[in-house]
């Protein structure tokens, strides 16, 4: 099949705390893929949620549900289109919180029937493997790491219709560990940017403990898979036992253990399956210190090349679930969806 007519897709992502809409011209095959931003908006409940210390599925829902026709206002205005130009919508059916992904749901539903346009349900994961799509050309076999607050897992693309989870945690996600630990450390949620800055500090006042040394955990399992609990654990108990430790040692000594932790599976990844490109997706990779530990893999694999979104897409947005749903579209040859649910565990 052969794509030459460009189509509009409305993004709809609502999985989690933010609400957010982007309207995407997109254009190829799945040899060629190429995307447009015409405009997006978002908003985020990340303060509202901050005071209980975590994301309360019922009051994102609620939120949702208020700010969906707001945020799709906006985004239109933004991108000077009309409504009627849509051709697709593309909303995010799993993973995610279900009461919240129902609100996204629920609003493609009516928008779509107003509209008479179909509804592709799309995968988040697969969005934050497309988030690195703009401008870049991915070149299989590709290895994707994803790390966000829900995931830490580790997938194979021979193509973008034949694709494999490799290495997956077996515990906490690595953002749900950067959370928690944040937490322990007195720090407001999320609690991954929060660590980041302490820890970027710790690096530029060169406070460093060498006493304090956390597990690198699984690094010596012969697989490739993850577990954060461990680790999280021993922070726990280091903070018991030495209440008085400098918070910005903590928080660089635990951000280098998930670094290096994260960067040894990865390259074990990439020696096994030698992928020619290297996609990193998911709001842990916003992380400065990781993405140059990232970054600097070109010097070890020169031939690989290496994805990583623009910082704006690295958490949760919409544009990357309209280029994703775009995917899903051509890969399925087909524009009308089956009934749509929200699917809370949805795998990729
Ligand atoms: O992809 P995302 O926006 O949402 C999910 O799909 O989960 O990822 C959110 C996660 C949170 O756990 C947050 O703490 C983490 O990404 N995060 C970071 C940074 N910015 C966001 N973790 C470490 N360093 C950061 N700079
Ligand atoms: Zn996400």
């Given at each position: 099949?052969?794509y030459?007519?460009?189509?509009i ?33 978002l908003?985020?409940q ?51 919180l ?54 830490t ?5 021979n193509?973008?219709t ?49 006493e304090l ?101 690295t ?34």
């Amino acid at each position: 099949m052969v794509y030459n007519a460009s189509m509009i897709i409305l993004g709809v992502e609502t999985s989690c705390d933010e609400t957010a809409i982007s309207v995407v011209e997109a254009e190829g095959d799945l040899q060629n893929l190429s995307f447009k931003l015409l405009g997006s908006a978002l908003h985020s409940q990340v303060k509202l949620h901050a005071e209980y210390g975590g994301v309360f599925p019922n009051l994102a829902k609620r939120e949702h549900i208020k700010n969906l026709p707001l945020v799709y206002k906006e985004a239109l205005g933004k991108a000077e289109v009309e409504e009627r130009k849509i051709e697709m919508i593309a909303v995010t059916v799993g993973p995610g919180l279900e009461p919240a992904l129902w609100t996204g749901i629920v609003f493609a539903k009516e928008l779509g029937e107003r509209l008479e346009i179909p509804i592709i349900g799309t995968n988040h994961m697969i969005g934050h493997i497309a988030s690195v799509l703009f401008n870049n050309k991915i070149e299989f076999p590709a290895v994707a790491l994803l790390i966000s607050g829900g995931h830490t897992e580790l997938v194979l693309l021979n193509s973008w219709t034949d694709k494999k989870k490799i290495g997956e945690t077996q515990d906490d996600a690595v953002g749900e560990a950067f959370d928690k630990v944040a937490r322990m450390l007195g720090l407001p949620y999320p609690g991954g940017p929060e660590i980041s800055h302490l820890a970027e500090q710790a690096r530029e006042l060169r406070i460093i403990n060498y006493e304090l040394r956390f597990p690198r955990p699984m690094i010596h399992s012969r697989d490739l898979n993850f577990s954060f609990s461990g680790l999280k654990t021993a922070v726990l108990y280091y903070l018991r036992d030495n209440p008085q430790t400098e918070k910005m040692a903590v928080a660089r000594e635990f951000e280098d253990a998930v670094i290096e932790t994260l960067v040894f599976k990865t390259k074990k990844a990439i020696e096994e399956y030698c992928p020619k490109t290297l996609i990193i997706g998911g709001g842990v990779i916003a992380n400065k210190a990781l993405r140059e530990n990232f970054i600097n893999l070109k010097n070890d694999y020169s031939d690989m090349k290496i994805l990583i979104p623009a910082k704006e897409l690295t958490t949760d947005n919409a544009t990357m679930i309209a280029m994703a749903g775009y995917i899903q579209y051509l890969g399925n040859g087909t524009k009308t969806s089956v009934e749509l649910s929200a699917q809370g565990s949805l795998d990729l």
